[in-house]
Every structure is written in structure tokens, then in C-alpha cells.
């Protein structure tokens, strides 16, 4: 069985930002050693999701004298060392995480002074996709001509110079959405979801998966595996791909599949959300009684499996060209079975992160397991949900460490690897 461990490694009494993780260091790997870890997940180059010098960075980029003093290393170093005892690194891809971040640059913007956390020194701006793709900061970031040398199109074949603008989920108004749970409350930093329907979007995220597999990770893990319906908790996705996309699934239905609601309804032009609007309703409040609603979550499904398989494929096939292999997995969050059932034949192992955390829940790691068949299983807590805010205040001070033991007993016992935290 294999020994997942959920590496996100934050910093303690700080907040688990997203989406880059905190610097690797080589003390960490002997912390492993003592887990008797094998698979890291969440676990490196996390930051293509504000822009892809910021992921290169992060892969290779120069670490001070000082910091290597501490044993701190780049993510394609941290990767490297795993390898040399045996434990497969996993990049983590947050596909639906587009960020925006304030940062504090010196007066001729080659020099960042503070990103995320400000401190008041210099001149005010913010770091993130929307400057990437515009080539705002020529001293600091390669343009976006090194990784697309022919530009990006949208699928009208207009260039794209916005990445956020143009690859967004929005609700029904056209508003942006944006990845709550991500984002701080006392940090100004905004995180948008991002559409995998857009074919633009895609093409940025296998320039993630290439500059992850160049810096040598055993895998390639993709988080938020079920986007776009990811946004339906927030009222989306009604961005132009996926209206189009819905109009065009509707025309296709075999006429005995056809709800009789689009008898009399001009599909040539029809737009979900307009439609839905115009009967008073906003996609936000009774969400699944609204007409269509399960029309439109069948359509997301086939989207979900088409995309998933699209960029699962990539990887390998990108591994190739460069003489490599890599696994591919996802974040199949609660194993849904209806969304993510159909993704298991594209990935090697299951990676699962838990709605809600318990004590005791033999049932659910049963499923798990059933879920999984012949596959290797990494579950993975949640750590805002559940019994794990109350367990770690009682690790604090010296209580739960049986409970905690159990937690991870359990899991074995019933052929399903919980991951050990590092960092929670």
C-alpha cells in the first residue's frame, strides 16, 4: 500500500494560502523518511495559477546564500531529492484558480517588494494572470510569447490579452465568480474560477503541465477536477462557452430525450441564463428545481469527462515527447460518483478529499475502496470540515493522539490509505 502524505506544508499559524505552497526545505524530506512516505499530493508548483514565470520560478528559480543555509531548495530540486529515496512528487494543477495578488514593487517595477503579505514599501499594484497576459511587467515576468509563440485565440479567433476577462465563470448577471474558500478575508488577494470549458483556458493549463513535467515531478495531480460545476454553489457558469456549449447539447438530444419545456423554444438562439431570467429566477436560489437544471448538470458531465480526459491525455503524451512517464490523478472531492466515475479510467491512482472528517466512518472508506477496484486510494482530510479544527486544538496540548492514530488505522484497515498532514 502506498503512504500518501497531503503536503501543502503551511507555515503554522499562518493561512494555508493558495495557490503557491510555502518554500521546500531539505529537513522536510527527512520528515518524510519518518513518515515512510511514498506519494506527495498538493504538494509542489502550485503557482502557474497566477502566472507561468511565477511557476518557472518556483520550478528553478535561484535561492538566496542565505535561505540555503536552511537547506531551502526550488520545487525541481525538492523533486529531485524525493526521487533519491524512492517518494514520487506530485505537481498540483488548481484548474479552476485564477489569482490576482497585490504586491508592492520598487518605482521601475524590476523589484517585487512584497506580494500578497504588503508591508507599505513601494509603489502599490497587483501580480497575477490578468498582468502575465497583458505583459504588464517586462523587468520582472517573461512575456506570454515564450510559452504561446503564436499568441492565444478565443473561439471567435480574437487575441486574448486578459486571461481572467476572457477564461471566468460568471453567474447569470455576467459577474465574475470567485473561489470563496480560497480567498482570505483579511488579505486583499482575489482568486477567480476559471472555465476549463474555454479552449483558451486549456491551453494555458497544459503550459502548467509542461513546466511541471520539465521540472521532473512523478506525477501530475489535477485539482478541482470537476469545473465548471464547481461554480454552481456560486450561481455559474453562464460565460459564453458554456452557453454555447448548453444550446449546442440541446439541439443534439434525441427527440425522446427532449424536455417537453423546449417544445415552441427557438434553440438557434437560446441562451440558458437569458431564458431563465426572463421566468424570474437566477440560478442562485432553488437552484435544481429551475427548468433544464438537470439538462444542464448532464451537460456539464459529458463537458467534465471530455476535458479531464483531454488534459490527462496531454500529460502523458507531453511526458513522452521529453522521454518520460508520469501518473495522472485528480481531486476527486467525495467521490461524487456521478462526476467523477467516468474520469477513473484516465488516472492511476485516486486521490479523494473528504466533504466532512469523522472519527468513525467505516461505510464511506468501504466505498472508497469499492470506488478505487485495483487502483491505489489516497484520502485526504478536510481541513476545515469535521472533527479536525476540534482535533488539532487537542494535539495542541498533549490530548487526540489516539484518536488521531485510529483515524489513520481505520483507513488501512479498510483498504483505503489516508494521507498523514504535513503542515495542518
Known sequence: MIRGVYFDAWFPRQHCYHPSLPGRRLRMIDDLLDYRATTLVWSALGGGSISLPYLEQEAFGEIDPRFRFYGFVNDSEFIQECQKHGIQVFG????VQGW????ELNEDESRVLALNELRGAGKRTWMGLREFSGNRYPKLWAPLE????????????EPVTDLIEECVSRDIYGEPCHARWVECTDREHQCYMMDRNNPVWREYLKAVIRIQID??????QLDEAELPITTFQYGGCFCSECVQGFRDYLIALPEEQRPPELNGLNLKDFHYGKWLLDQGLD????RESAPFFWEYHRFQIHQIKRYFGELADYARQYAAEVKREVLVSGNFFNLVAHWYYP?????????????NTRYRQPSWYRYVAGFAGEKPVIVVENPYGGVIPELIEMLKVGKGYDLFR??????????ANISVPYGS
Open 92 to 95: 498540483i494543477v488548481f484548474e
Open 100 to 103: 490576482e495578488m497585490p504586491a
Open 146 to 157: 515564450k510559452y504561446f509563440p503564436k499568441g492565444l485565440f478565443n473561439s471567435n479567433g
Open 215 to 220: 521540472a521532473g515531478v512523478a506525477g501530475i
Open 283 to 286: 440560478f442562485k436560489q432553488d
Open 343 to 355: 474520469l477513473e479510467p484516465k488516472v492511476d491512482l485516486i486521490i479523494t478529499e473528504m466533504r
Open 406 to 415: 485510529i483515524s489513520l488505522y481505520e483507513a488501512a484497515a479498510l483498504c
